[in-house]
């Protein structure tokens, strides 16, 4: 196998191959400047520029030995070798390399210097990305290294030049459209100058041009595999269906550079690497062609790795780690190599509990253990998984312990418990469980396991614990991550605000129904009463009198309760609209190396907010999918269309997609032809009549020109240079004059100006508007995702609709709030803030007819997304009153918008826009209330107000006078001889230096703001010289007026070499709070200091030299906090600070009783058939005795030393409320206060109301109107027989009812006084004296 001298281009079918998965590392770039343009050789000097990053270290080389290098004082993208005029001893073949973070970067390309006199040999290769388009446009690029050349494109048998170029860089880009066969042979590239056209460099290597695609695609395979390690050897075979071509291997990574061929041995061909490099790593693929240059179709790609060390693997676990028993779980295997397979190990097991295979892995398979019970449990790791032998170290990033547990959910039922486990995988001291919904709440645990009791219905809310280590008691951790405890849920069982809820809605139904059918009897019985005619009748419409009248009663009773029915659980709620967000809008843009013809190569970009994205699709014209690409890191992608041809013109816009949904899309971006510039879009907000109107120009392509035209004026109303992608013409004040039709033109920088065509009209209009609203947010408006945030716009005026914007996009809207009197409001709510959601936000109001303006706009800044910025003050965080201080946020990115938040403050207080990676906020004449915590941000205002983690909060202090800093040692300042220790110095005030002085001493060590690590002076092996009294004090790098304070005194103290003493307490080692306590420290020395010490303080709490050996500290009015572990030590007057051995630990309690206990019942609180409970006391003390009472029991109901205690429920005894005690077994007549009760119930357990207080009293009233319905049913029932008799008695005298309800609906005139029959269709009254 030989490299060959020339490139090969194989067409451009293989170009449509997505190579996303494995990044490339971008090359530095070399070339030369000359001050002798027409004899550059006479003077040179070589430039080395990084592509990406900022560097202080670039090396030269020549013939692949180290030349020179240079370190700059600070870092920068390129630096300048001076070469000078060139002799025999400075030709040969250059590179350069920059300095990363772990070593050099990848070399740049060769550049050769041959003999004086003569130009640089061109370099000449192919655009690795070229268009995938039909046609297929192809790009052939050659770099002479220095700058004003002619380039000149030669083709073998061909007489003259195929293309020339005259770039203003120092590269050449040949594009050759609609490749066809007779493109195909050998090309070279040779370079001269423009005024010396006799003076011609070397030619380039040749550089083969084959189309493909004529014959069948070969297949290309690897034996022993695509993954080895350094040094191991590899075989590529070639194999087609043709016999007698000649084959070539390429490497997508190095088309720039050689590629290898063979001749075959009959139909296949074999490439052997017989020593692998980490270089060989890349994409191959393979094709073969004849005599004639007519080639292939190409292979399949085929990924090569070549790696001592296998990326990390990392194991995710789903739903969580700590899983039920029965459950299922998926553990996802993840890492950067796809197609690999992977398996699963368990500790302790031999060989792979599960493999996935590498066809089978593609990101989304996962490991999946069902029906999970105890033997399941233990820790998993998975790796990369290879069918072959190799010597590649295999590491995972992480280990998964998988815990079965048979406890319930995070959902309660009625009476249930529910066990927390809080695990770490280092000692603990103690854990602690929070309820945030209780601050009083706190249980402690050793084994971190709490048991959590839903008693009530009282045990739901967010819980999470913190744990404590021994070598730091006074130290805890962070938060773990909250669960949430629910309550049930209603599927089976229905609460009795629910069940209530679900009658009266029944109940309010039957009543209108009811209420009808009553309105139509009593139609009925009127029409009847009207058509009768009977004599016999009239005891009975005494009967239907009082019938009408009860049914009226009736009535107005049921609309009485059904109003107050209609008041349960309603309440007067402030309108809260959520706001759906749709998936982010992508940006849109064009790029190219071109600014003075961009249609000569025309990339287009797009981008998107959302870090979700997994791909992007670019569209033209609305309808057929373009292209698609995968989104990269920085969620872009990019979509090459070369030189620009008919078939490129119409619109375009991009869509980016998500796993389940696509975004709307960007804006359109119009070609209009092969040599214009892309057509601008123009926008604007409402005009106002006298405020100002910025009128937004988008023209796609950077470092471009903008004009601002005017309907009917020739000349541009306004004009910009360049300033990006877009461009923004304000006009200062809107009056009449300024209305009318805008448009908005682009151009190139250099005359003569290629002018784009002109945007679409824009029609600027004043009309009539309300003031606009009041708009901000009720938090902050900077927010992490995942965050709630709700946006409030309001008027003074009524009945208004509010529309949201962002980035001038409505968003959401609310309508009229008729029922309400006064000012109109509205609240949009975002429940969970994602990356996208960042942006300008606004609102307007409107009526029928009338907007009013928009608010102003508020920010909305999504942080988490970007590295955090660092924030300096100067000259330093503490200040004068009066005097300016700046704080400098420096960020990593160039042109971002930044924010200066102040802690308490609702919104940030600057914001400024930066061309470069920094900005200055400059605090004026500061006072006492500028003093505080300040942070910054900076986020990127194109995409979604995308924001960094704030920067760590810096203090600032405006004082005439440094705080006081205390001095205190770590772990203690009582330490044995040989210990480490280490003393802190301090304060409130950070990055500033610290001095630590030593009594006696002329030197003193000082450490600076930069390296301080907060005034850490750490003293190892501590000997007789570290023995001392110490202070320290600021001492800032800054030149301050400012007085400096110096700390307390520390006496740094070593034990162990002297007897230790022995220490009592009188009057025992457990009092009450308020009494006097005495602890006598004993020594054998006369002549000594004697030193109190309680375990947790790094200082002594006393010091007495008393006359003989023993010194008596006297604690008067003991509290709790007294309370400890408390030991002394002496010391001679004659070798002060060198002190004894430790006496024996004594512990002192202050307390009335001793501190309660904890009682929780396992496995819950409610009685089940033929099950016991167990009742579980735990006290903080050790030798002690557990007492468990029962209400209504006079004796105890049991005694236990472990607070274990097993009830049973025969014949229901078990049921009721229980408390714990219990007492030292040293002290048996000190009795600790009893534990919290804990009820035990039956089956059934108590019911959870949920009632609202306001539902309350409704269900009072309703009862009551239902008490006083059958009063009045009852009263009238009571008088029914009274009317019988009475009308019975009258024995046919004249007796008159007067039926008003039915009379009105007779006809005038129709009526008589006897009861004799009437015709039909006439009404009778019948008057009968009552």
């Known amino acids: ?400 312990e998988l815990m079965v547990v048979a406890w319930p959910s995070s959902v309660f039922n009625i009476g249930k418990t529910i066990t927390f486990q809080c695990r770490v995988f280092h000692p603990v001291l103690e854990f602690s469980l929070e309820w945030e919904e209780k601050a009083t709440f706190p249980k402690f645990s050793i084994n971190g396991d709490f048991i959590i009791t839903n008693i009530e219905g009282q045990g739901t809310g967010t819980y999470s614990c913190i744990f404590r280590i021994e070598a730091h008691t006074d130290i805890c951790s962070d938060h773990s991550k909250p669960p949430k405890l629910a309550g049930p849920r209603v599927t089976g069982f229905l609460t009795w605000n629910s069940f209530m809820n679900e009658v009266f809605r029944m109940s309010l139904f039957v009543q209108l129904i009811s209420l009808l059918l009553l309105v139509l009897w009593i139609r009925w019985r009127c029409r009847r009463l009207r058509l009768s005619n009977s004599s016999h009748l009239i005891s009975g419409l ?44 992508p940006e849109l843009w064009a790029e190219t190396n071109f600014p003075l013809a961009p249609w000569t190569n025309l990339t287009l970009w797009c981008r998107s907010p959302s870090g979700s994205t997994k791909e992007f699709v670019l569209l033209k014209d609305g309808t057929g999918w373009i292209a698609t690409r995968p989104a990269s890191e920085q969620v872009r992608a990019a979509f090459p269309l070369g030189a620009l041809t008919h078939s490129h013109t119409g619109s375009y816009h991009c869509h980016s997609w998500e796993e389940m949904a696509v975004s709307e899309p960007s804006e359109a971006l119009e070609l209009v032809g092969t040599d214009i510039l892309p057509k601008p879009v123009i926008s604007a907000s409402l005009p106002v009549r006298g405020q100002e109107l910025q009128i937004r120009c988008k023209g796609w392509l950077e470092g471009l020109g903008f004009a601002l035209f005017k309907k009917g004026e020739q000349e541009p109303v306004q004009q910009l240079g360049a300033i990006g992608r877009e461009a923004f013409f304000t006009i200062q004040r809107m009056e009449d004059k300024d209305q009318g039709n805008y448009s908005c033109r682009t151009h190139t920088q ?274 007789g010289a570290s023995i001392g009294r110490y202070s320290c004090c600021y001492h800032p790098d800054w030149i301050s007026s400012i007085k400096i304070q110096p700390s307390n005194t520390l006496e740094l103290m070593v034990t162990g070499l002297l007897p230790k003493p022995s220490l009592l307490v009188q009057p025992g080692p457990m009092v009450a709070p308020g009494e006097n306590v005495t602890l006598q420290c004993q020594g054998e020395l006369p002549d000594s200091t004697f030193v109190l010490l309680k375990e947790g303080n790094q200082q002594p709490l006393q010091q007495q030299r008393p006359s003989g050996y023993r010194a008596d500290f006297w604690m008067p009015v003991v509290r709790d906090q007294d309370s400890g572990v408390y030991s002394c030590v002496y010391y001679l007057d004659s070798a002060p600070l060198v002190a004894s051995n430790h006496s024996n630990s004594l512990e002192i309690w202050v307390s009335d009783k001793p501190p309660k206990p904890s009682l929780s019942a396992w496995p819950s609180t409610v009685f089940k058939l033929g099950k016991d409970i167990t009742l579980q006391c735990r006290g903080p003390l050790p030798g002690v005795e557990f007492v468990l009472e029962h209400d209504g029991e006079e004796a105890p109901q049991q005694f236990s030393e472990d607070g274990d205690f097993v009830i049973n429920n025969l014949e229901g005894k078990g049921i009721g409320n229980y408390s714990c005690s219990y007492r030292l077994q040293d002290y048996p007549n000190i009795w600790s206060e009893p534990s919290d009760a804990v009820e035990l119930v039956g089956a059934a357990g108590p019911v959870a109301q949920e009632c609202t207080v306001g539902n309350i009293v409704r269900s009072t009233l309703i009862v009551v109107v239902v008490v006083a319905l059958g009063i009045v049913l009852a009263v009238e029932w009571k008088k029914w027989p009274r009317l019988r008799t009475r009308g019975s008695e009258t024995d046919g005298r004249d007796q008159t009812v007067v039926l008003e309800e039915c009379n009105q609906e007779g006809e005038a005139g129709t009526t008589t006084n006897s009861p004799s029959s009437a015709s039909p269709g006439i009404s009778v009254e019948v008057t009968v004296p009552i």
């Open 750 to 1023: 250099m005359q003569p100006f290629k002018w784009s065509e002109p945007s679409e009209p824009l029609e600027l209009v004043i009309k009539e508007t309300y003031p606009k609203p009041f708009f901000k947010t009720w938090a902050s408006p900077v927010v992490a995702p995942g965050a709630r945030v709700t946006f409030n716009c309001s008027t003074s005026h009524e009945h208004m609709s509010f529309i949201l914007y962002k980035d001038d996009t409505e968003i959401a809207s609310s309508d009229p709030a008729w029922g309400k009197p006064g000012s109109s409001a509205a609240h949009f709510l975002i429940i969970s803030v994602g990356i996208g959601d960042g942006g300008n936000y606004s609102c307007r109001y409107y009526d029928f007819s009338i907007w009013s303006e928009p608010s102003d706009p508020v920010e909305l800044i999504v942080t988490e997304f970007y590295p955090k910025p660092t924030l300096l003050a100067q000259p330093g965080p503490v200040v004068l009153p009066g005097k300016n201080v700046t704080l400098r946020c420096q960020g990593i990115f160039q042109a971002m918008r930044f924010a200066l938040l102040q802690e308490g403050t609702h919104a940030p207080i600057q914001f400024q826009s930066a061309s470069g990676t920094s900005v200055d906020f400059l605090l004026h004449t500061v006072g006492a209330e500028d003093s505080g915590n300040y942070s910054c941000i900076y986020y990127e205002t194109t995409m979604s107000n995308r924001g960094s983690y704030p920067s760590t909060p810096l203090m600032i202090w405006v004082t005439d006078t440094f705080p006081r800093p205390w001095l205190s040692a770590e772990p203690s300042s009582v330490v044995t001889m040989g210990q480490n220790v280490t003393l802190w110095c301090q304060g409130p005030v950070h990055g500033v230096g610290y001095i630590l002085h030593k009594e006696g001493k002329a030197t003193s060590m000082q450490l600076w703001g930069s390296t301080s690590n907060e005034g850490a002076f750490p003293i190892t092996n501590i000997s």
């Open 1 to 400: 196998m030989m490299p060959r001298t020339f490139n090969l281009l194989l067409g451009c079918i293989w170009l449509s191959l997505g190579v996303a998965s494995m990044a490339v590392e971008p090359q530095p770039e070399l070339w030369i400047e000359s001050n002798h343009p027409h004899a550059p050789w006479s003077n040179l000097t070589l430039l080395c520029r990084s592509p990406s990053r900022v560097s202080s270290k670039f090396l030269l080389m020549k013939d692949n030995t180290q030349m020179t290098w240079t370190r700059s004082s600070y870092k920068t993208f390129q630096v300048s070798f001076f070469i000078g005029a060139l002799s025999e001893s400075t030709t040969g073949v250059y590179r350069c390399c920059y300095w990363k973070e772990k070593g050099w970067s990848k070399p740049s390309k060769v550049l050769e210097l041959q003999s004086p006199g003569q130009l640089p040999k061109p370099i000449f290769w192919i655009e690795a990305k070229a268009p995938p388009l039909p046609g297929c446009n192809v790009n052939i690029l050659c770099d002479g290294w220095i700058q004003d050349l002619v380039f000149v494109l030669l083709k073998e048998g061909n007489t003259e030049p195929v293309d020339y170029q005259v770039p203003t860089g120092t590269m050449a880009i040949f594009s050759i459209d609609n490749l066809a066969p007779e493109n195909e042979g050998v090309y070279l590239c040779r370079t001269h100058f423009q005024m010396l056209p006799t003076l011609w460099s070397e030619p380039s290597n040749p550089l083969k041009l084959v189309v493909a695609g004529l014959y069948p695609k070969p297949t290309l395979t690897a034996h022993p595999g695509p993954i080895l390690a350094p040094g191991e050897s590899l075989s590529f075979r070639c194999q087609g269906p043709i016999y007698g071509m000649t084959f070539v291997l390429m490497r997508l990574e190095g088309l720039k550079k050689s590629s290898y061929y063979k001749k075959a041995v009959k139909n296949e061909a074999y490439f052997d690497f017989k020593s692998l490099k980490t270089q060989d790593t890349g994409h191959y693929l393979c094709l073969y062609y004849d005599a004639s240059y007519r080639g292939s179709l190409l292979s399949d790609i085929l990924k090569v790795w070549v790696t001592e060390t296998f990326p990390k693997t990392w194991l995710l676990v789903q739903p969580s780690p700590v899983i039920q028993m029965g459950q299922n779980v998926s553990l996802r295997c993840q890492g950067l190599m796809d197609g690999v397979g992977l398996a699963l190990y368990k500790k302790e097991e031999e060989g792979p509990l599960q493999i996935l295979d590498g066809t089978s892995n593609d990101g989304n398979k996962s490991f999946l253990l069902t029906n999970v019970t105890d033997k399941d449990a233990g820790i998993y790791s998975c790796l990369y998984f290879l069918n072959w032998k190799t010597s590649i170290k295999m590491e995972t990033y992480n280990t998964v």
């Open 542 to 585: 005494v009967r239907e009198a009082w019938l009408l009248g009860t049914a009226q009663g009736v009535a107005m009773l049921f609309i009485i309760m059904a109003l107050l029915c209609c008041g349960l659980c309603t309440g007067a709620l402030a309108e809260e609209i959520e706001v759906i967000m749709p998936t982010p809008k």
